[in-house]
């Protein structure tokens, strides 16, 4: 239910009590998007940081998409802080509305108050659920691109187009330079379907 419905089904036994009914609804209607407001902003920053845990794990490995990785990150940030102020707008024009309405109701007689009330309440409700809807389709849909871009640079699609990863042993330092190579090194080669081990037989520029 609703709280407009809630509100449609209130019986009171005179046209006064019903208007004294208003306010605490309004009230109720305020707690409400207050909460929805945290459980939004909750639900984007375990979001936002789960990819950030992400990143952490991609940007200890090769250097080479570290740059990239990085540019990702800053994105992603911007995106919650962009996310963070639509929803913070959002609330805030929610209270002004709640307000004008609430003086405007004043104005009118016990009986138009309660009518006008549930008229108030319902738009209101309504238009505030529109925004926030707005909202996280454009949050999911900035999540989504980021996602693509990080899936496209993560190591296993590098080697999925069939790039490979050079480590020497025992250490397992990545090889980004041949020339640090000698006779009888002993290296390890991840491919994207498996691993192989190998030496060094010759040098060459």
Do not use: W
Request: hydrophobic share 40%; net charge neutral.
């Amino acid at each position: 239910y609703t709280i407009a419905d809630l509100v449609a089904d209130l019986r009171a036994p005179t046209p006064s009590a019903a208007a004294e009914l208003i306010v605490p609804v309004h009230e109720e209607l305020h707690q409400g998007l207050e909460e929805l407001r945290r459980q939004l902003v909750s639900a984007i920053t375990k979001q936002i940081r789960s990819i950030g845990e992400e990143l952490r794990g991609f940007l200890a490995r090769p250097p080479d998409l570290s740059r990239r990785l990085a540019q990702e990150r800053l994105a992603l940030d911007e995106l919650y802080t962009r996310l963070q102020g639509s929803m913070e707008k959002a609330m805030e024009r929610a209270r002004l509305e709640r307000g004008h309405a609430l003086q405007s109701i004043l104005h009118l007689d016990p009986r138009e108050r309660a009518a006008a009330g549930r008229a108030e309440l319902g738009g209101l409700a309504q238009r505030l659920i529109t925004s926030l809807r707005f909202i996280i389709q454009e949050g999911r849909a900035g999540l989504e691109r980021e996602s693509g871009m990080l899936h496209s640079l993560s190591p296993l699609q590098v080697l999925a187009r069939g790039y490979s990863i050079v480590r020497l042993l025992p250490q397992g330092e990545v090889v980004r330079d041949s020339g640090i190579l000698k006779p009888g090194d002993r290296l390890r080669i991840t491919f994207h379907r498996g691993e192989a081990a190998c030496s060094v037989n010759e040098e060459q520029e």
